[in-house]
């Protein structure tokens, strides 16, 4: 453009196309930080994880982080935040029902199997017919067009307190494999973290992003309230359990520990014990209310070598 054009438009128009230059440049000096953060998560599209169930969810806070579980019911809405690093992931119980939750009134009771006294909630029958459709279109689709992307799937090993007879289980679990394989026929793009369901990993190890397990060091004990540190025979059997998914699936582990909210020595000597070991880790509060530790930055996880744990 010549020199007369620019007289042409007028100097008001001059002043208004350079500042629309200086938004432009500014808008990329903000945004390139943003995208470049977004990249950090490892190979696994895991990364580092922190898991917060409290109902004040402040976005910024989480930045750190790559991967973070909230409880939807907070009200918080990942669409206003898709500016900030962490991948979304909904908490949702599968295996268990409270009467808060909206959709608790819509089941039918026959679907209830029993209660887990200890969280005050239900077990929900995982053969029943009907449960699969009803657990995506009444949980799962809400959260999906709440812009979550990502669901942790919690309470898979409940059934375990119902069901008395191989035959029994086996049905629950055939229900799970059924429940997850709707879940991802219905959303193919839905990524899921596990927690637990170590015996259902067979059917369905192919439709997940991670598997999670509580308390390798340190647990809650919520029938007593009270932090207790891991028996070396219950470590163990979990190390077992991380190798086999590791070796059999190349699965990305997490263990989600727990220490007293003002205890920061004992997170960061459990994240170093976890660290060592090739699993991802989260230490927190035995509620989950607070923000706890993990790795700012975590390298895609070693294979598990054999270790040698002092009982």
């Not at 001059?14 to 440049?25: G, T």
């Not at 900030?84 to 209830?112: D, I, L």
């Not at 219905?186 to 015996?199: H, K, S, V």
């Not at 029938?223 to 219950?234: F, H, K, L, S, T």
Request: with cysteine; proline share 5%.
């Amino acid at each position: 453009m010549t020199a007369s054009s620019f007289a042409r438009l007028g100097v008001s128009w001059i002043v208004v196309a350079c500042a629309a230059v200086v938004i432009l440049l500014l808008s990329v000096a903000w945004v390139r930080p943003a995208l470049a953060a977004c990249k950090r998560a490892s190979s696994t599209g895991i990364g580092a994880v922190a898991f917060f169930y409290g109902a004040n969810v402040q976005a910024e806070r989480f930045e750190p982080f790559d991967t973070v579980v909230i409880e939807p019911d907070s009200g918080f809405d990942p669409r206003a935040h898709t500016a900030h690093c962490p991948n979304w992931y909904a908490y949702v119980s599968v295996g268990e029902v409270t009467k808060e939750r909206a959709y608790y009134a819509q089941m039918p009771k026959t679907w209830f199997a029993g209660s887990n006294a200890a969280w005050s909630s239900t077990v929900v029958d995982q053969s029943a017919s009907g449960w699969p459709a009803f657990f995506v279109d009444q949980i799962i689709k809400p959260l999906w067009e709440r812009g979550y992307r990502g669901f942790f799937l919690d309470t898979l090993d409940s059934y375990q307190l119902v069901a008395k007879t191989d035959a029994e289980r086996m049905q629950q679990q055939a229900g799970i494999g059924a429940v997850l394989r709707e879940l991802k026929a219905r959303y193919p793009q839905a990524r899921l973290i596990l927690n637990r369901g170590f015996e259902i990993l067979p059917q369905v190890h192919d439709q997940v992003a991670a598997v999670a397990f509580e308390s390798l060091f340190g647990r809650w004990d919520q029938a007593n309230q009270r932090y207790d540190e891991v028996p070396g025979n219950d470590r163990e059997w979990l190390l077992a359990q991380a190798r086999e998914i590791h070796e059999r699936y190349s699965l990305p582990v997490i263990s989600i520990d727990y220490c007293p909210p003002e205890d920061e020595a004992c997170r960061r000597q459990i994240v170093q014990k976890i660290s060592t070991l090739g699993i991802v880790p989260y230490v927190a509060d035995g509620g989950l209310q607070t923000i706890g530790m993990s790795h700012s930055i975590i390298k895609d996880a070693e294979p598990l070598t054999k270790v040698s744990l002092t009982r």
